[in-house]
């Protein structure tokens, strides 16, 4: 996939009135898209990634950028496609989903999520690659509700083959009319930091869930498990297609709302809130994702049969 690059020489200069008039179109979506450019302590750099890339949310004046791209910094600058570079404030950093918010005084064209994505369907990566200005790539959805990757404790993923590559995370994944599918969050690979076509991005689903939390009160507490889980390989010599893939409970928190809905330890997990549970971690994302005023069902494997069970978080 070549990269086309949207800076200055590259991208024409929308305006506000212009920005009004050119909605669903990718062109616009890149004005959404800024550069973040933390200020590291002293003798603190990233030689492939001197820059990182960062999406404007919530009318304009929230900035959200993954919160390993910060590192040890405590405060950051912006840049938006036009050149003018702005202070931001750091005002929310979240290891657990990766996420990160800045605040700045000046009001951005923010991006708008997108209502649905599906399988397949077109996805662009707009970001800041190896500092070098604001570029766009495109690919298409390659997998949705990925978790259990193992970069961050609570992981709800869009798999992307869009090229991703270092300075790109907290930039945005579009859908073709330039509405959030996701915030690029991570790529990977083996050996390198070269993109192979397997990146990930924070869902828009997460991303919006946190958000909606720190707009609440200014913090951001999503509901935790009581549950300790493994996850399940498939076994060869195992005659029960349910039991190959699951969460296994290890461990429960006899204060939890799973134990007072009578989970036990053996338990598998197969499926919860209607989400395929194929790893401990998609629990975790599953039940993050889930409004506190709801209860969340539950499908588990127990004594070779399938039962059906209801967590009231009331």
């Not at 951005?108 to 200005?133: R, V």
């Not at 970069?151 to 509405?179: C, H, R, W, Y």
Request: proline share 3%; glycine share 8%.
């Amino acid at each position: 996939m070549s990269l086309m690059l949207l800076g200055h020489s590259h991208a024409r200069m929308l305006f506000d009135t212009q920005l009004e008039q050119c909605e669903g179109k990718l062109e616009c979506a890149s004005h959404s898209g800024v550069s973040l450019l933390p200020n590291w302590p002293a003798g603190f750099s990233r030689n492939e990634e001197p820059e990182g890339s960062g999406i404007v949310l919530s009318k304009g004046y929230i900035i959200a950028t993954t919160d390993h791209v910060l590192g040890p910094a405590k405060t950051a600058r912006i840049r938006t496609i036009n050149g003018v570079v702005i202070d931001a404030e750091i005002v929310m950093r979240n290891p657990l989903t990766d996420i990160a918010f800045l605040r700045i005084d000046r009001k951005l064209p923010a991006f708008l999520f997108a209502q649905e994505y599906s399988f397949a369907d077109q996805s662009c990566a707009i970001g800041n690659s190896f500092g070098l200005g604001l570029s766009l790539t495109c690919g298409v959805v390659s997998a949705k509700n990925v978790s259990g990757v193992g970069f961050n404790k609570i992981e709800d993923f869009v798999q992307t083959d869009a090229s991703v590559n270092p300075g790109m995370s907290g930039g945005a994944l579009v859908d073709n009319e330039g509405q959030l599918i996701g915030m690029l969050s991570a790529i990977f690979t083996r050996q390198s930091d070269a993109n192979i076509g397997v990146n990930f991005a924070v869902s828009s689903e997460l991303l919006k869930r946190v958000l909606e939390d720190f707009e609440d009160d200014g913090s951001v507490s999503l509901r935790k498990s009581g549950l300790v889980l493994r996850s399940l390989k498939p076994s060869l010599n195992d005659n029960n297609p349910a039991a190959l893939i699951g969460a296994e409970v290890i461990r429960v928190d006899s204060s939890s709302a799973e134990s007072n809905a009578g989970i036990k330890v053996g338990d598998v997990i197969l499926f919860a809130d209607g989400r395929r549970i194929k790893r401990a971690g998609a629990y975790e994302a599953t039940i993050a994702l889930t409004p506190e005023v709801e209860n969340l069902k539950l499908s588990i494997l127990r004594d070779d049969k399938i039962i059906q069970i209801v967590i009231n978080y009331k």
